[in-house]
């Protein structure tokens, strides 16, 4: 698609991720997580609750509170599924599937 988009910026096609567009422009800006919130990232989605992954990265709930909350406004995303979803999309964790798989309590 040719036009411009609402900053009159030239606008030269759509990059799909997942059920949003954006634009080219748009989509090849690089989505940098710091080592720390790829941790919480990491711990959130083998599902851990944000007190387990404090726990286990020795800092306070609302340390990894505040790790979760940059990681869905840089991933604009408003939920632990989302945020993982987009992150394994994007490349920016791998994606290792555990159907059936039960993590140690």
Same mark, same amino acid.
Request: hydrophobic fraction near 40%.
């Given at each position: 698609m040719?036009?411009?988009?609402r900053?009159?910026?030239k ?8 059920? +949003?567009?954006? $634009?080219?422009?748009?989509? #090849?800006?690089?989505?940098?997580? $710091?080592?720390r919130e790829?941790?919480? !990232? ?7 609750? +944000? ?11 609302r $340390?990894?509170?505040? #790790? ?6 840089? !991933? ?15 490349? !920016?964790?791998?994606?290792?599937? $555990? ?7």
């Amino acid at each position: 698609m040719e036009g411009e988009n609402r900053e009159g910026k030239k606008r030269t096609g759509w990059y799909f991720v997942g059920y +949003s567009a954006f $634009t080219i422009e748009r989509a #090849h800006r690089a989505i940098r997580l $710091t080592k720390r919130e790829i941790e919480v !990232l990491a711990l959130i989605a083998q599902g851990c609750s +944000s007190k387990e992954a404090a726990d286990a990265l020795v800092v306070s709930k609302r $340390t990894v509170d505040f #790790h979760l909350a940059n990681i869905y406004d840089k !991933l604009q995303v408003n939920n632990r599924v989302q945020a993982f979803r987009a992150a394994t999309r994007l490349g !920016l964790i791998p994606f290792e599937p $555990t159907f059936g798989q039960f993590r140690e309590a």
